[in-house]
């Protein structure tokens, strides 16, 4: 049920921060149930593996499985062993001549261990190197299937995946919070093989051909001298790179906004970017475009907010996913596309479908839903799953094909080729995650890390002295076949179609389908990025490429860094808003959001337990926040478990704050340091100082605050004005949570950020 999911959500959240909470229990960690504090010393089988882990599937050239052997996954038996199986008896102590004396070279044990831990790590993605993941299920509505014939598109069709959420830039042990684009790649084991969605969670690019990759890339990464920046796009080369380039105008308009400070995987849009061409049975062709909803609602950090994760909880969103999946509160998308007609010309309303730097508003071709993803369980190990998977757009199944994107192009080589370094060799289909469900009759032979044993003596075609077989499958079969696309009459040139010179026109319109917050969120992050800019001659530059955007834009980020604002070159291209690229102005669900409770011995104990249950039934996740951990009315026969206390919680983790006041008037609540109830001290002369800063925080952030009872006290001392939008003290607690949850389906109180009258 909604409740007992939400209870595990708190007890995971609890336990994540508080190292294993008040049951002293890891989440996730089989066997951890009761654990003593010495070390348990009688054997025990390891965990069972999961079903797509049990071993190599191994087949051969004629599709025969090899039987494998039953004991291939690792962590087998209750003992200890090498890497051989030989049992050992001490993995503490090198073998040494005495107590005292030398370490032995015959130590074969210690040999084997130390090289391979020397040898644990493999080389990090050259991009999206740190990452998130989890498995799940997609179901299909069947919608899709007038446009193709993917089978796993099929009505009620239901199709286990994997998906990867990670940031661009940084390294693996970066933090999560950082201004980029966010990778949003999934993992389809259809039965007829697998399909790799490779999106982002922005619907353009910064390039408009593979080949510029390494340059964007090159001025994003951190400079090659000092390796600085780490994981952010505020230094010069990337504001180098992308002030001359302009195709990047429209992608980094979108880094700049909210959408670059997603404020969980679970709250981004996916979009695959690039228009792929999708095939009915028939044959029939459409041009499609995939968008990834959340179920959850698009919601993203304010800028400070995000900046001060980054310190507080660096694993910030990769928590977020674990703990909710964790807890059964198992995030959705809908899988959406947009459809065109496959035309010739590859335009729709004039706009260009082989541009990546270009979308199509909704407002022009409605996003159609075709199937739901739900993850519901993490990964079981993050290096063998997370690490170790390869995703490649070139991963494709019949009913879906690609269209000549000059990026797609390029992206089709990359993928592929990345592996081998990263992944050691040309195998890595064989590693478990990135194993197929479909049957494998494939003729590649050898090469590092080959865990299958091939048997037949013919691997190519034709053959006779293996029967001839595999044999080819046709369309019957479900035998891939590319589209016979016809390719314009052309000379071999290095040149890009004239459609692609507009470089502005997408990046006014996402400008202009803006509300005025957000408006005000691109100036700051512009203005941000730019004063960490070292060169004038870039920040100039830059400039000149907002004027040709919006004059008001251009002006505030000019005035903000001290410079004049330049004027466009000419008229500014004449662009309707799409409303929907806005991610306000909508009401969203409010499950799984979380509200930290300040309390402490003076509270009014019988509101908290109602409130918190309350909070709990709405969906939500109550966290009780006290001067110390332990418990609130120890001696009241109920107390009030504490999941925070002010050494731990920072007001980032809150999506709204809640004061329980103390009963009687005149006397000190919230974090008195002498936490003894009722010692009369005088309001507000103790108030602990972390309080007032997670209440001016969350102010400053937007967030919800109410309270009961003397609450006002505290609000005060933190310098809030009682009256001002979104905070609340009123007698009833049930009914300030009333309001407190309405003011969270918009996400936060914005009407607390003033903005300028002219963006109107
Ligand atoms: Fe890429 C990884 C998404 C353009 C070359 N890319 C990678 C990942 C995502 C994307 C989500 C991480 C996959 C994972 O979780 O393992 N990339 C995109 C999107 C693009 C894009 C949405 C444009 C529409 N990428 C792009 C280009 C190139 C690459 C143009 C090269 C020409 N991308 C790579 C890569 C990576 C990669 C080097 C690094 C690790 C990997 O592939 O497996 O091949």
Redesign the pocket.
């Known amino acids: 049920s909604m409740k007992e999911t939400v209870e595990k959500v708190v007890d995971t959240v609890v336990d994540a921060v508080s190292g294993g909470g008040p049951s002293g229990t890891i989440p996730g960690r089989p066997g951890s149930e009761s654990p003593s504090l010495d070390e348990p010393t009688e054997p025990r089988e390891p965990p069972a593996p999961k079903p797509d882990q049990s071993g190599p599937e191994a087949f051969t050239a004629t599709g025969r499985a090899v039987d494998a052997p039953p004991t291939a996954r690792a962590q087998a038996g209750p003992y200890l062993t090498t890497a051989q199986g030989l049992r050992l008896a001490d993995t503490d102590h090198s073998l040494k001549a005495g107590p005292r004396g030398p370490v032995l070279l015959q130590d074969h044990h210690l040999r084997e261990k130390i090289m391979h831990f020397d040898h644990e790590r493999i080389p990090e993605?050259?991009?999206?190197?740190r990452?998130a993941?989890a498995h799940g299920v997609f179901r299909a509505y069947g919608t899709a299937a007038t446009v193709t014939k993917a089978a796993f598109l099929a009505k009620d069709a239901e199709t286990p995946i994997f998906l990867?959420?990670?940031p661009?830039l940084g390294s693996r042990g970066s933090a999560d919070t950082v201004r980029d684009?966010?990778?949003?790649?999934t993992k389809f084991y259809t039965a007829e093989g697998v399909f790799d969605l490779?999106?982002?969670n922005?619907p353009?690019?910064f390039?408009q051909d593979?080949?510029?990759?390494?340059d964007v890339?090159h001025a994003g990464k951190p400079h090659p001298d000092r390796e600085i920046p780490q994981a952010q796009s505020a230094h010069d080369t990337f504001w180098d790179f992308v002030s001359l380039h302009t195709e990047a105008t429209h992608h980094t308009l979108w880094n700049m906004s909210d959408r670059g400070i997603p404020r969980s995987y679970r709250t981004m849009e996916g979009?695959?970017?690039?228009t792929f061409r999708l095939v009915d049975a028939a044959g029939a062709t459409s041009l499609v475009k995939f968008h990834w909803k959340p179920k959850a609602g698009v919601h993203s950090l304010l800028w400070e907010e995000a900046q001060l994760i980054n310190g507080v909880d660096p694993d910030f969103h990769r928590r977020d996913l674990a703990d909710a999946i964790e807890a059964g509160a198992y995030p959705q998308w809908e899988l959406g596309i947009q459809v065109f007609p496959d035309t010739p010309e590859q335009t729709f309303e004039g706009i260009d479908l082989l541009d990546?730097t270009k979308i199509v508003p909704e407002e022009l071709a409605p996003v159609q839903p075709i199937g739901l993803l739900t993850l519901n369980a993490n990964p079981v190990n993050y290096f063998a799953e997370?690490e170790q998977?390869?995703?490649?757009?070139g991963h494709l199944v019949p009913g879906i094909d690609v269209t000549d994107d000059p990026?797609?192009a390029?992206?089709l080589?990359?993928?592929l080729?990345?592996?081998i370094t990263?992944l050691g060799g040309p195998n890595f289909a064989q590693i478990p995650i990135n194993r197929t469900h479909a049957p494998v009759n494939d003729m590649l032979r050898d090469g590092f890390h080959q865990t299958a044993v091939h048997s037949g003596v013919a691997p190519y075609k034709p053959n006779s002295l293996d029967g001839g077989c595999p044999f080819f499958a046709g369309q019957q079969e479900g035998g891939y076949r590319e589209t016979p696309v016809r390719v314009p009459a052309a000379g071999k040139v290095r040149e890009a179609p004239a459609s692609f010179a507009d470089h502005f026109s997408q990046p006014r319109q996402f400008w202009l389908s803006l509300t005025p917050v957000e408006r005000e969120h691109v100036i700051a992050a512009y203005t941000f990025e730019l004063g960490k800019v070292y060169e004038q001659a870039i920040k100039e530059r830059t400039l000149r490429v907002l004027a040709e955007v919006d004059p008001y834009l251009c002006e505030q980020v000019a005035q903000g860094l001290g410079l004049p604002a330049p004027k466009p070159a000419g008229p500014l291209p004449a662009v309707e808003p799409s409303p929907a690229l806005s991610q306000l102005g909508r009401t969203w669900p409010t499950t799984g959001r979380i509200i930290g409770i300040v309390a402490d011995e003076r509270s009014d104990l019988e509101t908290v337990r109602a409130v918190r249950q309350a909070i709990l039934d709405g969906g939500m996740v109550p966290l009780v926040i006290a001067p110390a951990g332990g418990t609130l009315g120890a001696g009241s026969g109920d107390p009030v478990t504490v999941q925070r206390t002010f050494a731990t919680a920072r007001s980032v983790e809150f999506d709204a704050l809640l004061l329980a006041g103390a009963p009687a008037p005149g006397k000190d609540a919230y974090g008195a340091r002498d936490a003894k109830a009722g010692n009369g001290a005088p309001a507000g002369a103790l108030i602990d100082p972390r309080v007032p800063l997670m209440l001016s925080e969350a102010f400053r952030h937007a967030k919800p605050l109410g309270g009961w009872a003397d609450a006002d006290q505290a609000l005060t001392a933190a310098g809030i004005d009682t009256a001002a939008p979104g905070v609340l003290v009123a007698g009833s607690g049930e009914a300030v949570l009333e309001e407190v949850v309405r003011l969270l389906g918009q996400h936060r109180v914005w009407e607390r950020f003033p903005t300028a009258a002219d963006l109107v």
């Open positions: 993605r050259v991009v999206h190197a990452g993941a990867r959420f990670s661009v684009t966010r990778g949003f790649a490779v999106g982002n922005m353009v690019f390039i593979a080949i510029k990759f390494p890339i979009f695959g970017v690039h990546p997370t998977v390869a995703f490649h757009p990026l797609l390029g992206r080589f990359s993928y080729d990345t592996q990263r």
